[in-house]
């Protein structure tokens, strides 16, 4: 396959108004393709089915994290420094050697520890999302994404639409117009809770769920009215199943795997997959180190990521299935090391089962890789153009245009 960059693209490198050094530390960040170039093979036919379903049909990624880790992941300590700093720093030119057209950025986060070391602090919210957004002000290739037609224009344009998105909702704290505020600043979508329990519901983490508070339906009754999407990824399993109940509009669980393939906390469960697709929903792959696996692999990797696929698709339906990749550039496996507190992901992606960890998810180990071997191994594994066209964008954009309307 011949790398090559979108045709909307010029070359930038994110705070490349400012002078590094004076007016912004300088912080030794991981190469994009620090791991390689992993790209599955194909025949002729199949890589000329790949190139006519990109040309024609828009590819949404609906939850990702497009930016770096420092390449020292020995210790915690230049990745710590380089979250405080404030300055997320966007993978443009990665991006650009993607097949994507939209992305939704959740930007740093669960990594979000500028004032505090226990991170979704409500200023620091702001400041990561007002900082990316002057970045983004400086270039043309990504274009701030707030409407269905936005997606379309980036892609006619050979660009990237970028949708700004908070993963959990514990920065509201107990005000419910703050999700006016968040909307007012481009956010277009949010998670009820991350994992940790907050004022809307339990996190997954939790070994007791209390389900949607009365604030929590307050919360999805205002983000119905101001056309948020809803996002349950990381809930406990009664909180995300009452707000699938609870939403008058479609909703997401943005990046997740079928606890039917691998039983962790991580996974939603049957009832939770049927919900979301009974609402006209979307149940998105993610591909995370470690959290997509299956028995019959034992490991991570992309049949496996796809076995959890297949699984919600025969569920619930070509219709209500996607990707969310959950993937970022640069060591993924170290950032969970390092932030296992802060991500739960000790608490979350536990299994009975022994498996083995790898050090990335080869063909998946990034957003642009991830874009590269979806699409290849749908074609591989004998799915028509109309349903590759609906998985990549088609159902996302259905939901967007039911919620954001």
Known sequence: MEFTLKKGYRPYEAYQYLEPGRDYPIIDWADWDWAGRHVLALTDNEEARVAEILANAPYISLHDHPDFTTRDMSSCKPLFDAMRSGRDRCGYEALAYS?????????????????????????????????????????????????????????????????????????????????????GLGIRQMGITYSESNALGSGLKEDHDGGLTHFGRQCVERMNQVGMLIDVSHCGPQTAYDTAVYSKKPIIASHVGAKGVW??????????????????????????????MSKTHMTHDIDSFMEHFEYVKDL???????????????DHVGLHHAFASALSTGETSRSQQTYQEV???????????????????????????????????GNAIRVLREVWA
């Open 263 to 292: 039983n962790t906390k991580r996974m939603a469960d049957d009832r939770l997959i049927t919900a979301i697709a009974d609402g006209g929903g979307v149940i998105a792959i993610e591909a995370a180190p470690h959290t997509t």
């Open 316 to 330: 619930v339906g070509i219709d209500h299935v996607g990707f969310g990749v959950d993937c970022m550039y640069g």
């Open 99 to 183: 097949n994507l057209d939209c992305i939704f950025d959740n930007m740093m986060d669960g990594t979000n520890i500028i004032s505090s070391p226990e991170g979704w602090k409500w200023i620091d919210i702001i400041h990561d999302l007002g900082m990316r957004l002057c970045d983004i002000a400086h270039q043309n290739f990504m274009t701030h994404c707030k409407t269905v037609d936005d997606i379309f224009q980036a892609k006619k344009t050979g660009r990237i639409a970028c949708v700004f998105v908070i993963e959990g909702a514990a920065p509201l704290e107990n005000e419910v117009d703050r999700i006016d505020i968040l909307y």
């Open 359 to 393: 050090p990335f998810v080869k063909y998946l180990e990034n957003p642009t890789e991830a874009s590269w071997n979806i699409p290849r191994w749908l074609v591989k594994h004998g799915y028509s153009n109309e349903e590759i066209a609906k998985v990549l964008g």
